[in-house]
């Protein structure tokens, strides 16, 4: 029986990007394997091909990076794609995560930085292992060097709620690929 595999990204080559381009590297790989029935599901319209997978483009899968998506809000749109495969590889999607292991799925994450981590992408040098805490901390720290205003700081008071329940999406899959060593620590 032949797997069939969901890759699951807003952006996907040629956007710039180093996500992008490794999303669209791996799916190439994984096609010239001739062993997978691959289908990407992508927020970008005209994305690069790769023979033999099949791109479905949604725009929302774009929004789902910039907005506040809960898992139960995508559910009933995805469902179908979702049980018609058996591996969902996501990108950057992070509420798909929960939805896929809802429906027995294994669920592979790709980390492209550290957003699910950090609230502002940036995890600070001795900090392997670190309370939730310690990483909010440490991004107000860096706001703050960087000058940021009021509204700045504001705005990742808003995000830690989100940044939170991302670290919780993405300990539930079943595999969690990231970029470097540093990263995956």
């Not at 040629?14 to 790989?29: H, K, N, Q, S």
Request: positive net charge; hydrophobic residues 45%.
């Amino acid at each position: 029986m032949t797997l069939r595999v969901l890759v699951i990204t807003p952006v996907y080559y040629p956007e710039v990007g180093g996500g992008a381009l490794a999303t669209y590297l791996i799916t190439d790989v994984l096609a010239r394997t001739g062993q997978l029935r691959l289908t990407v599901l992508t927020g970008v319209r005209n994305p690069e091909r790769v023979n033999g997978v099949n791109y479905i483009y949604d725009p929302l899968i774009k929004l789902i990076n910039k907005r506040y998506f809960l898992p139960s809000l995508l559910a009933k749109r995805y469902q179908k794609i979702l049980k018609r495969h058996d591996i969902i590889y996501v990108a950057y999607a992070f509420p798909f995560v929960p939805l896929g292991k809802a429906y027995g799925k294994k669920v592979i994450v790709h980390l492209h930085d550290y957003r699910p981590i950090s609230l502002n992408g940036v995890v600070l040098a001795g900090t392997k292992g670190s309370s939730s805490f310690r990483l909010i901390k440490d991004s107000f720290t860096i706001r703050l060097m960087q000058k940021k205003g009021v509204k700045d700081l504001a705005r990742n008071v808003l995000n830690i709620p989100y940044t939170l329940q991302m670290r919780r999406w993405v300990s539930m899959a079943d595999t969690i690929l990231a970029v470097s060593k540093r990263h995956a620590e």
